[in-house]
């Protein structure tokens, strides 16, 4: 729950006799008045949350109540960043986002167990100290030097006091018989008012100082947190990053390596032309020209096999048009129904591609089913909407058949950093922050429902790239349908 103590940026330095008259002072004296109130709702807000946690704590509702109570002290958090950005020169990043549980105890542990709303709620109580400790000492080292410093044009209006000795005075009174008025003391008074001055923005400079530390190291977000969050970013671009290699590469062995074999055995078949049967031949060179012929055609097809492997060309049409080819080359009757409008990132449906076609060919080979139906559709979010970005539909991949059923998901098999069969495709597909249902009773066909985002998420919780995914894209070979 708590953050390495971590140093606020350092304000640009004010020598002592420009103090007074800096703007950073007065500053800091605005940061201070506008914050009392604030630090009082805050305050007020602390003994809410602990009066109702404790007293509702042995039910159930209570416990949700004081949990969406402790959930508001991020709205207190997030106000401090901003007054600490307009005013104290600190750009502190708002922590991690409220992530919603799923479940009746999920919601649960999702709102006792947020970290940033319990830091926020630690920050409330120093911070209102501070706030009026330090607004009540800068406003009287700002005020008194000032009374101090006029003092002799309006100490003539105060009322007349009786000293001890029966004398007759008008001014401030120090002690018992001690008052300001005549020119030596008022000049001493205004002396003092003008080391009250300079000393302020010291003083002030303190308690602001104090502050900081406490938005700083309370209100924004833990190292791990920070650390997580550069590794989802990092990882999400490596998905995109991957996606983009297998793109390179499918088009380097289109346009090079293919096109050259190509030649090769043009120039194979010319030379077999020539030496026709009937003309004389040097041993048995006819032969192996043939072989080599032959060779070469079958470097083609696997070179063809593997292109598509890595990156199916026909993708490039569309998530609408690969699917349709699926399915017209499918070895078991495929329905197709794609909703008009539905499209993703490349990298999303080169996934959706890869997990439909190796379903399908889970359907053929391993279910013994007679047809399989794919639908494409538009889905709720896989996740709730990350600060800054738009609420969006995500895309929904069902394949159903009629085959004998009795699948079923076994993470354990899947050997680590590629897919094998049913577990590896749970694993690509939340690699980018996607979810995969099974539900397969024995006899009763299969159905499984994979929701994908509509881009790779930056806050992908694994990307080890997209080749496994590709991979799956071949039919499914590489175990696919193990986990049944």
């Known amino acids: 729950m708590s953050s390495p103590v971590t140093p606020p940026p350092t304000p640009q330095h004010v020598g002592f006799f420009r103090g007074p008259f800096a703007r950073r002072s007065w500053t800091e004296l605005l940061f201070l008045l506008a914050g009392i109130v604030p630090a009082a709702l805050g305050l007020a807000w602390f003994v809410v949350v602990v009066a109702v946690g404790v007293s509702l704590a042995w039910t159930v509702v209570g416990l949700f109540v004081g949990g969406w109570l402790l959930l508001g002290t991020r709205a207190f958090g997030a106000l401090y960043r901003l007054m600490g950005r307009a005013m104290l020169a600190v750009d502190v990043p708002p922590p991690a986002p409220f992530r919603r549980g799923t479940g009746f105890w999920g919601r649960l542990r999702a709102l006792l167990g947020d970290v940033p709303s319990w830091r926020a709620w630690a920050f409330l109580l120093p911070s209102f100290v501070v706030s009026v400790v330090g607004l009540v000492v800068s406003v009287v080292f700002v005020a008194a030097p000032l ?21 007759m005075h008008r001014g401030t009174q120090y002690g018992t018989d ?17 080391v009250m001055l300079f000393l302020w923005p010291y003083l002030e400079r303190a308690f602001v100082h104090l502050e900081r530390l406490l938005i700083v190291n309370l209100l924004g977000p833990t ?21 983009d290699r297998l793109r390179r590469i499918e088009r380097d062995l289109h346009d090079g390596t293919q096109a050259r074999l190509v030649a090769v055995a043009m120039q194979l078949g010319e030379a077999k032309e020539q030496l026709a049967p009937g003309e004389p031949v040097p041993g048995d060179a006819l032969a192996l020209v043939s072989q080599a012929h032959d060779a070469t055609k079958d470097a083609l097809v696997e070179l063809r096999e593997i292109a598509r492997g890595i990156r199916p060309p026909v993708l490039d049409a569309g998530l609408a048009h690969a699917l349709a080819t699926l399915a017209a ?39 013994h089913a007679s047809t399989v139906w794919v639908l494409v559709e538009p889905a709720a979010p896989t996740r709730p909407p990350r600060p800054g970005e738009q609420p969006a539909t995500a895309l929904r991949l069902r394949v159903r058949d009629d085959g004998r059923g009795g699948a079923v998901v076994n993470l354990a098999d899947a050997p680590a950093g590629r897919g094998s069969g049913l577990a590896g495709l749970v694993e690509r597909v939340r690699a980018v922050d996607g979810t ?36 799956a894209t071949t039919g499914g070979d590489d175990g696919a349908g193990a986990d049944r």
């Open 147 to 167: 009374g101090a410093l006029t003092y002799g044009f309006w100490y003539r209006f105060l009322p007349l006091q009786q000293a001890a000795d029966g004398t």
């Open 223 to 243: 190292r791990a947190s920070q650390r997580v969050g550069e590794l989802e970013r990092s990882r999400g671009r490596a998905v995109e990053d991957a996606d």
């Open 178 to 194: 001690w008052f300001v008025d005549t020119p030596g003391r008022i000049w001493l008074q205004a002396a003092g008012g003008v």
């Open 329 to 367: 080359r499918s070895p078991v009757r495929t329905v197709l129904d794609v909703e008009p409008g539905v499209s993703a990132a490349p990298a999303i449906e080169a996934l959706a591609y890869a997990a439909a076609s190796e379903l399908v060919t889970n359907a053929a080979k391993h279910a």
């Open 436 to 471: 995969l249902t099974l539900v397969s009773p024995p006899g009763g066909g299969t159905r499984v429902d994979v929701v994908l985002p509509l881009a790779v998420p930056s806050g992908s919780r694994a990307a080890t790239g997209l080749q496994a995914a590709a991979h």
